[in-house]
């Protein structure tokens, strides 16, 4: 399945809105393909204003947060993948989510050349049995 991350942000993102408060991220600066305005990452990690106020062209899509905000007075475009994102807050109460680091998908393993081959699956229907 996908991740449910997006989905989760995008609803916290409106609650938080619908509810007169200013959402804030907790991005991994970290992270490849962040981009984040480097000076004001502290200790690997930015704390990103992501109200309608705030910012331009915001998109929470299920790959990424992506918007054109002001930082010092300067325009910069900000991008960071679904999975850089580690929670997302109101910031007049804390309210929202810590996300779980996702974990990468792991390749499944070549057998050796050597290594006997896997037994088939049995065809035809399964079947139970009950055991009293």
Do not use: H
């Not at 960071?80 to 779980?100: C, D, H, K, L």
């Amino acid at each position: 399945m996908t991740s449910s991350r997006p989905y989760i942000m995008r609803a916290l993102y409106e609650w938080i809105v619908d509810n007169g408060c200013t959402p804030y991220i907790l991005v991994d600066a970290m992270q490849e393909n962040v981009m984040v305005p480097e000076q004001y990452v502290k200790d690997g990690q930015i704390v990103l204003n992501i109200s309608p106020t705030a910012v331009m062209d915001l998109d929470i899509s299920n790959e990424a947060v992506a918007f054109n905000g002001r930082f010092g007075g300067v325009a910069k475009d900000v991008y960071a993948p679904t999975s850089a994102v580690i929670g997302i807050y109101a910031r007049e109460n804390g309210q929202g989510m810590v996300f779980e680091p996702e974990e990468e998908p792991e390749d499944e393993p070549t057998p050796p050349d050597d290594a006997p081959p896997e037994p088939s699956k049995p065809e035809g229907r399964p079947s139970l049995k009950i055991v009293k």
